[in-house]
């Protein structure tokens, strides 16, 4: 085979393959976003759970006081029970 005929066999099978990636990737990103809209809402309280202990490993952490996360968990806690 010459070489321009391998570089056209290369090139056109590059771009095949970043077409199908492309489209791959969308794909993926579509069934997420669908399964992220049709999935149930968590309820309140598994919602407070999960804030609690997020706020619990801040703490932890150092990245913010006890006193901090109990106001941040109090002012989380009526938006969400708000929202219920």
């Not at 992220?36 to 490993?57: C, K």
Request: hydrophobic residues 55%; glycine residues 6%.
């Amino acid at each position: 085979m010459s070489k321009k005929a391998i570089r056209y066999v290369t090139r056109s099978t590059a771009a095949a393959a970043g077409g199908i990636a492309a489209v791959a990737t969308s794909m993926a990103a579509a069934a997420l976003a669908a399964s992220i809209i049709l999935s149930p809402a968590a309820d309140a309280s598994v919602r407070m759970v999960g804030v609690h202990a997020d706020l619990a490993r801040a703490v932890q952490l150092n990245e913010v006081t006890e006193e901090q996360a109990a106001r941040f968990e109090a002012r989380i806690a009526g938006s969400i029970i708000g929202e219920a």
